[in-house]
């Protein structure tokens, strides 16, 4: 969930958690602790996080195995992915649809484009929860993306005493774990009046996408892999399918993050592009995965909150 102005809760939700709200995901044995993680609990748990990844990664390289999204892409039978809620150790989660569906956008997009895949590789911590992810280990990713953002922001508000976690919150929350990839980044509201006209990668680039709201470019300043747009429902349409920056490099839009708005909730989904269709993702429902038409759902009463546009390969680049 994320909340309205000032925050709404969720239908039939209250302050504590309830099983009957939490869609069942793939919950793994408890782990022995370190040492029970006493102290420095964070960090701990941030260790034996990595420790999974790790042991995760290993075993699809040795045995050859293939992730959710693999299995969704080749075949589209159903499939157990990131679903509402979970758990990992103690602690429970809830109002999880913010990050869920960003998880899966940013997932999806590192599955089938080589040059996500190896962007998220140059950040260890998001490479490990894409890991995580391709394992089916979704309690565990979505626990290692919390306690990065705690570390960013340096603070401590996850896995402390409280064994239930409320995730509730913006999109732009959790842009913070995203920071070591950022190379670029332009205020909607600070700079769009007064930007930069010496700033090459604003003026060739970023200014093409500026008027839908705060933009972030991930990977380097010269050669940009995915741009993200925190829309935040500044815009009354969807933005567009293609943009060309001035060295004519396409940027296709992979992925939006939609948020419905009725009496009693908010909530937010996925709209994702996989095998040249549109797909709605919606951790709450049964089916997670629904074909779409992009067209319909903008009259559906969906608001965007986030855009994110990968580079096209040229015609002359390598592709795996």
Not at 14 to 20: G, Q
Not at 94 to 121: K, Q, Y
Request: hydrophobic letters at 35%.
């Amino acid at each position: 969930m994320y909340p309205r102005t000032p925050s709404l809760s969720s239908p039939n939700e209250s302050n504590t958690p309830s099983s009957s709200r939490l869609v069942p995901v793939a919950v793994i044995p408890r782990r022995p602790s370190l040492q029970e993680i006493p102290e420095d609990r964070q960090k701990k748990i941030y260790a034996l996080l990595i420790a999974i990844a790790d042991k995760s990664r290993k075993n699809q390289r040795t045995l050859g195995l293939r992730s959710p999204i693999q299995e969704f892409h080749d075949t589209q039978i159903p499939f157990t992915y990131i679903g509402f809620g979970g758990q990992y150790l103690t602690h429970s989660f809830g109002n999880t649809c913010v990050l869920d569906s960003l998880l899966a956008g940013l997932n999806i997009a590192a599955s089938v484009h080589p040059n996500i895949r190896e962007l998220f590789m140059e950040d260890n911590t998001i490479d490990a929860v894409m890991t995580l992810l391709d394992s089916g280990k979704y309690a565990e990713a979505k626990a290692l993306w919390l306690i990065n953002l705690d570390f960013r922001l340096g603070r401590k508000k996850y896995f402390t005493e409280r064994d239930y976690i409320d995730i509730r919150g913006y999109v732009k929350d959790h842009l913070p774990n995203l920071l070591d990839l950022t190379s670029a980044k332009f205020h909607y509201d600070d700079e769009r009046r007064s930007p930069n006209p010496e700033d090459v990668v604003y003026m060739k680039t970023v200014s093409k996408f500026e008027d839908f709201g705060d933009v972030r470019v991930l990977g380097s300043r010269g050669n940009p892999e995915l741009i993200l747009v925190d829309v935040d429902g500044r815009m009354d349409e969807f933005p567009s399918l293609m943009i060309t920056d001035d060295y004519e490099r396409d940027f296709r839009l992979q992925f939006l993050l939609l948020g419905i708005i009725t009496e009693k909730s908010n909530h937010m989904v996925l709209c994702t592009s996989l095998d040249g269709r549109w797909w709605l993702y919606d951790d709450m429902k049964p089916s997670l995965f629904n074909n779409v038409n992009l067209e319909d759902i903008q009259t559906q009463g969906y608001v965007v909150h986030l855009a994110a546009y990968v580079k096209v390969p040229a015609k002359n680049e390598k592709q795996d």
